[in-house]
């Protein structure tokens, strides 16, 4: 579906275009064409390749049904960018894509399976127009910019949650609620990392060093995005280290749950052990054992095994086995 196509000269706003139109506004001297797609199909694909003499490998990655890896690739004098775009429903992370074409008189983005929109990227590029004058590598600039931007917050919600947990992980009872929950963070940070880490090779590549002919004027801008990419990518291995470090501390507690019942069974079995004993050497009914024939021997039987089993409890109560 097309959202927009706007045509730009000199960093100023000539007006929305219709598709057949791009060939007379790109063709005009500091002039450029930026379009903006949504969940595009084949033939919408097929279109702007016609119009922009698209690379095929580039359209055929940019197709709804399939899901790239982050990265910025060169064909000839032209990008083509893959982003990943992460929204947060109902505290789940859901995965969308942007494909971006760049050339010398256009910028194309498309934008598949992602909630979030970019019509405020555009606003924002429209009124700094001495940035847009720098042409269609500050539109890359500005889209890369807004995707990263959006990770802030997502970064932000896994940093909470996992503080959160740290709370819980010496609560008696949680172990296994915490270990779910755990391992339900540790998927999500990956899926930031997935996002985050190629991009920000691929970025690398953009500033500093050979870098493409589009992007020479715009390099401190790439550069401020890789910084950002920076940042996030040491949160997320932060965070990851303190997930690690909270599975092997909750792990640790069910151990030491499991030895504090193993205790209490070890001391209410050796109890019964000491009653079951008297009791035994009691019950053999031998026809001269001396206890039989006493008129206190039972009373005193019972006594005596609560006395012992008494004993022990006491014992184990100050040893804190129970």
Not at 28 to 43: H, Q
Not at 249 to 268: H, P, Q, T, Y
Not at 282 to 297: I, R, T
């Amino acid at each position: 579906m097309l959202i927009n196509c706007v045509a730009y000269q000199g960093g100023k706003k000539l007006g929305d275009i219709g598709v057949a139109e791009i060939h007379e506004y790109a063709d005009k001297p500091d002039c450029f064409v930026w379009v903006a797609l949504r969940d595009a199909d084949a033939e919408e694909l097929e279109q702007m390749k016609h119009e922009f003499g698209l690379h095929d490998l580039a359209v055929e990655d940019a197709h709804y049904e399939k899901r790239q890896r982050p990265k910025i690739e060169e064909y000839g004098d032209t990008l083509f960018a893959v982003m990943t775009t992460l929204d947060v429903v109902d505290g789940e992370i859901l995965q969308g894509e942007v494909d971006v074409f760049v050339g010398e008189n256009y910028a194309l983005s498309v934008r598949n399976d992602s909630q979030q929109g970019f019509l405020d990227v555009r606003e924002r590029s429209e009124r700094e127009p001495h940035l847009l004058r720098k042409g269609p590598a500050f539109v890359l600039y500005a889209l890369l910019d807004a995707v990263v931007d959006r990770y802030f917050p997502i970064m932000q919600m896994l940093e909470t949650e996992i503080e959160s947990l740290e709370e819980q992980i010496f609560v008696r009872g949680s172990e296994r609620r915490n270990m779910e929950r755990l391992y339900a963070l540790k998927r999500k940070v990956m899926l930031l990392k997935h996002a985050v880490a190629p991009l920000m090779e691929s970025v690398g590549h953009l500033h500093g060093g050979r870098v493409p002919a589009l992007c020479a004027d715009t390099q401190d801008y790439f550069r401020d995005v890789s910084d950002h990419l920076a940042r996030i990518n040491a949160s997320i291995n932060t965070v990851r280290e303190t997930i690690t470090t909270a599975i092997q501390v909750n792990l640790s507690m069910v151990a030491i749950e499991e030895g504090e019942v193993n205790k209490r069974l070890a001391a209410w079995a050796a109890i019964f052990a000491v009653a079951t004993v008297l009791a035994g050497i009691w019950g053999m009914n031998f026809k001269y054992m001396p206890e039989l024939d006493s008129v206190y021997g039972y009373p005193a039987a019972l006594l005596t095994m609560a006395c012992a089993c008494g004993f022990l409890y006491y014992r184990f109560r100050k040893a804190r086995w129970l």
